[in-house]
């Protein structure tokens, strides 16, 4: 059975986003993508919402600017903290009086020195190291509503991505920002830019990302498999696993902002054999070419009493034509739409897919 192409509709159809998502340089983010969403599930009759691999909250946001009940999922920690700043914060925001004394040092305070022990020499320079154990510290131990903290967060950890190369912790590139060549990669300046202003300017951003659309909205942490039933509609927008068999790894990715989520035991959790200093690697089907299939399967036959609505790439495994298949075996009603991109570090054009079924 060949799958129905989605209707279109005009862009005056969709809900106005009124609250910017903030910008990222999260790999894998919808952010650009979600009027392209929204144009295509505006019409569906649908109240709740459960959003299984939120990520940056960038399409869980979206539903929430169209006054839906959304539920954001994901097993990863620091991006639980991102959807409990931008999602289930209703009102809070964190105000100049309460972002100075995150900055500066507190006196009579003998700050941990782990980043500037652990991470000399690898992602960033001895003083930066030194500004993110102290900022670190001051989070957990001078805010006390944890909305704000997780505000506070979000600039932390956007801060530490975009003064990287690559915008990413898979290697111990510190070079590449200190050393003096003639440079056709990267932003220079960004990089050397004082985490103070990153880190005040993703503040504003997340403060006007917040707003009450009038529901009950909740992060929780589970595994996919383990995510709870009976919403209106599901989206799924897992790892995405290339035709050669290799995903990407978000834990691997962003191990460093998974460990100021934990920044007290982190040691317990370093593998200090590996020259990044990342966590010690946990396997996921979802990274597997032998698995990933059955993964889609049992997760589409978890919430099969569901809309489903599932973002993937159109070069990926498991292939469209599985995918549909798979679909077509619960559901009566399956759409498609492609959308080109140019996604970063590959080589070539490919299409971002969106099935929905029902």
Known sequence: MQPQQLPLFSPESARPFNNPFPSTRYQG???????????????????SVLDVFGGTGAVSHMFKNAAKKVTYNDVLAFNCEIGRALIENDTHTLAESEIAPLLRPRHNVDYPDFIQRNFSGIYYTDEENRWLDRVSYNIAHTIQNPY???????????????????????????YMRTASVDRTFGNKTTWDTPFEVHFRSFVAEANAAVFDNGQRNEVIQRDALQSPTG??????????????????????????LEGLMMY??????????SKHRRLKPEQSAWNSAAAIVDEFERLVQRHRDSM?????R??????????????????AQVYEATQPMQYALAHRKSHELLLIAR
């Open 29 to 47: 983010s919808k952010r650009k993508l979600v009027e392209w969403i929204w144009e295509h599930v505006y019409h569906l009759e649908f109240t």
């Open 148 to 174: 704000k903290q997780a505000i506070a967060r979000f600039a932390l950890f956007q801060a530490c991505i975009i003064k990287r190369p690559y915008n990413l912790f898979h290697r111990a590139n510190l």
């Open 231 to 256: 919403f209106d509609l599901v989206y799924i927008d897992p790892p995405y696993l290339n035709q050669k068999g290799t995903g990407v790894d978000y834990r691997a990715f962003y191990h460093f």
């Open 264 to 273: 007290e035991n982190w040691a317990d959790y370093i593998d200090h054999n």
């Open 308 to 312: 489903l609505v599932i973002s993937y």
């Open 314 to 331: 159109d070069d990926g495994i498991p292939a469209k034509e599985q995918l549909l298949q798979l679909l077509h075996r619960h559901k």
